[in-house]
């Protein structure tokens, strides 16, 4: 699965690229980030479950952030990793403020909702920069 269009990918790669990352709205907007290990975790439950209680399920994580925030977190690693600075530009001023971004799920007992926080992301933001900067290792 390529997912190079995805948030981080994006905010590390013009990071690396262009010294910044740029903005093309205030970053007030609200997503939920749910990883590919979670992901897989959850197919697999749901196989070894099937056919049993088998329904469209969504797939989540109990962390939203906004858009600044996740390219506040991708501006500190990439810095401690490159040791210069990475600046933010905000493209505009809008939205002003986030919106109110709900996940919910009908499917509780195979754990669709992924628990997760800022430092799971970080951890997450963390190894992709290190795969861009060294993807030989």
């Not at 699965?1 to 948030?7: A, I, P, S, W």
């Not at 740029?22 to 439950?45: D, K, M, P, T, W």
């Amino acid at each position: 699965v390529k997912r190079d269009t995805l948030v981080p990918f994006c905010f590390i790669d013009e990071a690396i690229e262009k010294g910044a990352i740029n903005l093309r709205s205030s970053g007030n907007q609200q997503r939920n980030f749910v990883s590919l290990e979670h992901i897989a975790h959850l197919s697999v439950r749901i196989l070894e479950n099937f056919p049993a209680g088998c329904t469209v399920m969504n797939v989540g994580s109990s962390w939203n952030s906004s858009i600044i925030d996740v390219a506040k977190l991708v501006s500190k690693c990439l810095e401690i990793k490159i040791k210069k600075p990475v600046n933010i530009n905000l493209g505009s001023s809008k939205p002003t403020t986030p919106n109110n971004f709900i996940y919910e799920s009908i499917e509780t007992t195979l754990g669709a909702i992924e628990p997760g926080g800022s430092d799971k992301m970080e951890k997450v933001i963390k190894s992709l920069i290190n795969r861009r900067i060294n993807p030989q290792a």
